[in-house]
């Protein structure tokens, strides 16, 4: 089959829709248009029948244990937001500390910064160099306060997986809420709510070939029943955790496609693990001084993070850019200017932040092309080393550590 | 972000790649950056001894995209001026031509320091040799 281009290999920021979820949502922009409030007429019980029907579609995913238990918001950065200031105000009477890790994605961490603003206090549990997060640090980091432990399933840059169930057997030994953004997981790995211990779990259709402008928190309502202030007021939809009319046609594409990954888990991600490892195989073996980025094993099937020595990653994007839609952890790709703070918590030294790079893997990617990309990669990557003198000094010799640099 | 049409052209057809011997005739030599900060450039000149005009000028450099063209821009700016010309190339030069963004000056300003890494590397070496070159000229 014949390549179309550009290929699409950043799954972490979002994925396409499946054409089996829009065909399950068009109907209710149209005919089945009411408003799942209205009580009183057929319109409005059909809207409400949808939604129930999405909510259950969606719990099943997650092993809610009940449907009630899953909150619709606008997104996973809504349903961080709810989670986390939820509990933080609902429980301020009994402690002002929160314990998170460093490589939460923006919205956990900035969510948290403020909320130091307001006078709680977090603690930022540091990850290994693989990228895990040490259960005993947890642990350690724990106080008489702490109110909200708050821990991503899977990193959006270097895929790695955290110990859930252990941080959800913790948290509950110590009686602590457990939040999980469970963001990049849900729907491409098993997550289940009850066996992992998890208290609160944000995520969003999006990620999950379903539509951009929905997302959900799970809020478990028994052993413990968690409470939350609500962030937005108004009608009491939500059962008062988050009031605003239901966007009925994307809760109905939210509840489509997390059908859909439930049904195609197993053999789906088996063959991007399978493709994964071909383009990670492809490349390392291709090239000199090229990292791996995140746990080797512990990491989602359709990650892969690397970085190349000496080539800047945002010139490594500008090669590709016209064929190729991927990543970087370059301070030249993100709106602060500063290189990943994921990968510069790996403590790799932030040159090889500079030089990362994501490709993720998503349901229509084809093994062409994963081969191209490969191929693609590797030619970009050694051109741009041709004219990086810092691989000149290295293939001299000099250890590029041993130079005194002048930063601007 | 969009690109200018002339980054694009100096990323994917970079002029004068390559790097000189250090201790050739003429040449002298601007590293500047730094790693950690996604930026390193190397520029050299090799300027005729006797005439004291560069003649050849080549880089290598880590960075991205605006950083390559910027050095690649210095180097086809620098050749057949005199080392004096040189010394008058500006950053905002290079950030009008190659219609850099806002976030881009860096770029420009460390391709200005290379050159002017690269002259001073150039006088410390070579100064002397080209003044007696010159009066035995004259």
Same mark, same amino acid.
């Given at each position: ?53 999405? @909510? ?26 709810? +989670?986390?200031?939820?509990? $933080?105000?609902?429980? @301020? ?8 890790? +460093?490589?939460?994605?923006? $919205? ?167 493709? @994964? ?29 690397? &970085? ?12 590709? *850019? ?12 993100? +709106? ?46 050694? @051109?741009?080393?041709?004219? &990086? ?20 | 972000? $969009? ?5 694009? =052209? ?28 996604? =930026? ?50 500006? *950053? ?47």
């Amino acid at each position: 089959m014949a390549l179309k281009f550009p290929i699409f290999m950043d799954s972490h920021s979002t994925t396409a829709v499946d054409p089996r979820v829009l065909e399950a949502m068009i109907p209710y922009f149209t005919e089945k248009f009411g408003h799942p409030g209205s009580r009183n007429h057929p319109f409005g019980w059909e809207a409400e029948a949808a939604v129930d029907k999405a @909510r259950e579609q969606v719990g099943k995913l997650i092993g809610a244990r009940d449907p009630k238990e899953v909150v619709f918001t606008s997104g996973g950065t809504e349903a961080i937001n709810l +989670a986390i200031k939820g509990v $933080a105000e609902m429980y @301020r009477e009994k402690g002002n500390h929160i314990v998170t890790t +460093a490589i939460e994605q923006r $919205a956990g961490l900035d969510v948290c910064k403020h909320l130091e603003r307001q006078g709680y206090e977090v603690a930022y549990v540091p990850v290994g160099a693989d990228g895990l997060v040490d259960v005993e640090g947890i642990r350690k980091a724990i106080t008489g306060k702490t109110i909200l432990i708050s821990v991503m399933f899977a990193n959006n840059e270097i895929g790695t997986i955290q110990p859930i169930a252990e941080i959800g057997k913790l948290a509950k030994e110590k009686g602590i809420i457990f939040h999980c953004d469970g963001t990049q997981a849900v729907g491409k790995i098993p997550v289940d709510v009850e066996a992992m211990g998890i208290d609160l779990l944000s995520f969003t259709a999006h990620m999950i070939y379903g539509p951009k402008g929905v997302g959900a928190l799970y809020v478990r309502r028994k052993n413990p029943r968690v409470r939350i202030a609500p962030m937005i007021d108004g009608g009491g939809h939500e059962r008062g955790m988050r009031s605003g009319t239901v966007p009925v046609p994307l809760t109905v594409g939210f509840g489509k496609a997390a059908l859909l990954c439930r049904e195609v888990m197993p053999e789906e991600s088996a063959r991007l693990k399978a493709l @994964r490892d071909k383009l990670q195989d492809k490349i390392l073996s291709s090239m000199d001084e090229v990292y791996l980025n995140g746990h080797p094993e512990k990491r989602l099937p359709h990650n892969l993070n690397i &970085s190349f020595a000496y080539v800047e990653g945002e010139s490594v994007l500008m090669g590709l *850019n016209k064929e190729l839609a991927i990543s970087s952890g370059s301070a030249c790709t993100s +709106a602060t200017l500063e290189p990943s703070y994921v990968i510069a918590a790996l403590g790799v030294g932030s040159e090889l932040a500079h030089s990362s790079i994501r490709f993720g893997l998503h349901r229509f990617n084809t093994e062409e092309e994963v081969d191209y990309v490969g191929n693609r990669t590797i030619e970009v990557v050694s @051109r741009l080393r041709e004219m &990086s003198p810092l691989y000149e000094l290295a293939k001299e010799g000099v250890d590029i550590k041993s130079i005194q640099w002048k930063a601007q | 972000m $969009a690109y200018s049409e002339k980054v694009i =052209d100096h990323y994917n057809n970079p002029r004068n790649v390559g790097s000189f011997a250090k201790d050739l005739a003429g040449v002298g030599t601007g590293l500047v950056g730094a790693p950690e900060c996604g =930026d390193v450039m190397k520029l050299q000149i090799r300027v005729n001894l006797n005439t004291g005009v560069i003649e050849d000028a080549k880089f290598k450099t880590f960075g991205c995209g605006s950083a390559i063209a910027s050095s690649s821009l210095a180097t086809e700016w620098l050749k057949g001026r005199s080392v004096d010309e040189a010394m008058k190339i500006k *950053n905002t030069d290079i950030v009008n031509e190659l219609k850099l963004p806002p976030v881009k000056i860096h770029c420009s300003v460390l391709a200005e320091d290379a050159i002017k890494a690269a002259l001073a590397d150039y006088r410390d070496k070579w100064g002397k040799k080209e003044a007696v070159a010159g009066s035995k000229a004259s």
